[in-house]
């Protein structure tokens, strides 16, 4: 709540007056603007008084009687599930049930077959194809790659070997010149 100057109560401080407190990243009441600052605020204490234009409050047991404006009607959800297994939870559909014939949409003046969401996660022949698509890229880039290095094995071999022999002969020169 607030109180009638506008300032957050703050839960922990036991006063029903204002107080000034340092307020750090984390603490309710207060957003960081730079990293590691803090600031000191002020705020009301948290006990209930005269003073307060707002207080917030939720209600955690409903007694016999119903609370008239609050608890007397049902209000119907206005928005239904986005996301693909949302619906398909809400409507108890199987793996192979189309999805989209199922979409909450609502009724507008302006639109006669009225709104929906756009459905996420749903798997559509397009996602499966672009899917595969990659796999395939990745598995030729890892065929090249093997390739290459097969390749570079096997040059690499044929140089050293030609090394070798380099030496080899350079090495019968040598002695040759000795043996003279």
Same mark, same amino acid.
């Given at each position: 709540?607030?109180?009638?100057?506008?300032?957050?109560? $703050?839960?922990?401080?036991?006063?029903?007056?204002?107080?000034?407190?340092?307020? $750090?990243?984390?603490?309710?009441?207060?957003?960081?603007?730079? $990293?590691?600052?803090?600031?000191?605020?002020?705020?009301?204490?948290?006990?209930?008084?005269?003073?307060?234009?707002?207080?917030?409050?939720?209600?955690?047991?409903?007694?016999?009687?119903?609370?008239?404006?609050?608890?007397?009607?049902?209000?119907?959800? @206005?928005?239904?599930?986005?996301?693909?297994?949302?619906?398909?939870?809400?409507?108890?559909?199987?793996?192979?049930?189309?999805? @989209?014939?199922?979409?909450?949409?609502?009724?507008?003046?302006?639109?006669?077959?009225?709104?929906?969401?756009?459905?996420?996660?749903?798997?559509?022949?397009?996602?499966?194809?672009?899917? @595969?698509?990659?796999?395939?890229?990745?598995?030729?880039?890892?065929?090249?790659?093997?390739?290459?290095?097969?390749?570079?094995?096997?040059?690499?071999?044929?140089?050293?070997?030609?090394?070798?022999?380099?030496?080899?002969?350079?090495?019968?020169?040598?002695? $040759?010149?000795?043996?003279?």
């Amino acid at each position: 709540g607030n109180d009638k100057q506008g300032f957050p109560m $703050k839960q922990g401080v036991l006063c029903n007056h204002r107080v000034r407190l340092l307020f $750090k990243k984390g603490m309710s009441c207060y957003r960081e603007r730079r $990293k590691g600052c803090r600031k000191r605020k002020s705020v009301r204490g948290c006990v209930v008084g005269p003073d307060l234009s707002v207080m917030s409050l939720i209600i955690i047991k409903k007694g016999p009687e119903e609370l008239p404006g609050l608890t007397d009607n049902q209000m119907p959800r @206005r928005l239904g599930p986005k996301r693909a297994s949302n619906i398909r939870k809400l409507f108890n559909l199987e793996k192979q049930d189309d999805v @989209r014939k199922f979409v909450v949409r609502r009724v507008t003046e302006k639109k006669p077959q009225g709104k929906a969401p756009k459905i996420q996660r749903l798997i559509t022949p397009r996602l499966l194809q672009r899917k @595969r698509f990659f796999k395939s890229q990745i598995r030729k880039r890892m065929e090249l790659s093997k390739k290459l290095k097969q390749d570079y094995a096997k040059r690499h071999a044929e140089y050293k070997q030609e090394q070798k022999e380099l030496r080899a002969s350079e090495v019968a020169k040598k002695k $040759k010149k000795e043996h003279k």
